[in-house]
C-alpha cells in the first residue's frame, strides 16, 4: 500500500471506532484487511482501498470490525476477577443490601470471555449472593463478534485459555469438538452493540466498570473522554478496572488509583 492509502485507512479508522493506527502497527492493516478483501475477491490492499473511497457502508463497517475485534480468552490476567470477588464484591453487599442489586459493565466484551468470567464468578459465591439481582451489560463495536458472544460456544483452545477445568466441567457442555457455556450462565449477560466514541448514557448506570485492555488503541483525548463518559454513569463509590497497561494518570482527575491495588480505580468527584 501507498503511504496515501495508510493515510485514508487510519483516517477512516479513527473517525469509525477511535482507533489509532500509529505507523508501527501499520502492519496491523495488512494482517486483518487481506482476509477482508480476498473475501470480496479482491486482487489486494489497494483494491480493498479504492472500494472504501466509494463510501460503501457494508465494507465499511466490516472493515471497522476486523480492525477492532481483539483477542480475549477466560479469567484473563486472573488479578482482576479476584479483587472483584474478593473486595468489590464484598463492598457492593454490604453497601446495597436495601435494594439487593447492582449492575456491571464489560466495555469492549469482545466474544465474551470477560463478562462470562464475571457471571462464573458470582455463580461461584452461591448463597452469599441469594436473593440478589445482578445485571451485566457486554458491549462491543463488532456485532459479529458479538454474535459469537452469545451464542457462548468455544474451541477446545479457547477453553483452555485461562479457564480451570473444574469451572470447564461444571459450566460448559461439550458439544462436538467445541464447548458451549451453560444456558443459565449465557442468561446472565445482555450483550448490546456499542461505540466507545458515543455517549454511554442509554447504558444507563453501573456500580462497576470493566475497560480494560481497549483504551491502549485511543489518543490521549479520547481516552479523557471515555474515562469521564464512564465516570459519569457510576455512583460515588463505583469501581472501574482497566487494563495492566493502562492508567488514569495524566489523563483524567476522574478517577484515581485503589490504594494497593493494581488495575482498579475509584471516582474522586472531580471532572
Not at 503511504?3 to 495488512?30: C, H, M, N, W
Not at 490476567?77 to 472483584?84: E, N, Y
Not at 445482578?134 to 468455544?154: C, E, F, M, P, R
Request: with cysteine; glycine share 8%.
Amino acid at each position: 500500500m501507498s503511504p496515501d492509502d495508510i493515510e485514508f485507512l487510519a483516517r477512516l479508522l479513527k473517525e469509525q471506532s477511535g482507533l489509532v493506527i500509529t505507523p508501527d502497527k501499520s502492519y496491523l492493516l495488512e494482517s486483518r484487511l487481506l482476509p477482508v478483501s480476498r473475501k470480496h475477491d479482491m486482487k489486494g490492499l489497494d483494491d480493498l482501498v479504492a472500494k472504501l473511497k466509494t463510501g460503501d457502508d457494508g465494507l465499511i463497517t466490516e472493515v471497522t470490525e476486523a480492525m477492532t475485534t481483539n483477542e480475549s480468552f477466560f479469567f484473563r490476567d486472573s488479578k482482576p476477577f479476584d479483587l472483584f470477588r474478593e473486595h468489590v464484591l464484598p463492598h457492593l453487599m454490604s453497601t446495597r443490601g436495601d435494594k439487593k442489586s447492582f449492575r456491571v459493565w464489560c466495555a469492549a466484551a469482545s466474544s465474551g470471555q470477560e463478562p462470562y468470567s464475571l457471571a462464573i464468578t458470582l455463580m461461584e459465591e452461591g448463597a452469599k449472593l441469594d436473593g440478589w439481582r445482578y445485571d451485566i451489560v457486554g458491549t462491543d463495536i463488532s456485532n459479529q463478534i458479538l454474535d459469537k458472544a452469545k451464542a457462548g460456544l468455544y474451541s477446545q483452545f479457547e477453553v483452555q485459555r485461562g479457564l480451570p477445568i473444574t469451572l470447564l466441567i461444571k459450566y460448559f457442555e461439550k458439544q462436538d469438538e467445541q464447548w458451549r457455556i451453560k444456558p443459565e450462565i449465557r442468561s446472565m449477560i445482555n450483550y448490546r452493540f456499542f461505540n466507545l466514541l458515543s455517549d454511554p448514557a442509554s447504558l444507563g448506570k453501573f456500580d462497576v466498570v470493566f475497560c480494560r485492555n481497549v483504551l491502549i488503541y485511543f489518543d490521549q483525548p479520547m481516552k479523557k473522554v471515555i474515562l469521564e463518559r464512564i465516570a459519569s454513569l457510576m455512583p460515588a463509590d463505583g469501581m472501574l478496572f482497566l487494563g495492566g497497561a493502562e492508567t488514569v494518570l495524566g489523563i483524567t482527575q476522574a478517577f484515581r488509583p485503589v490504594a494497593g491495588q493494581r488495575g482498579v480505580y475509584e471516582l474522586t468527584g472531580e471532572v
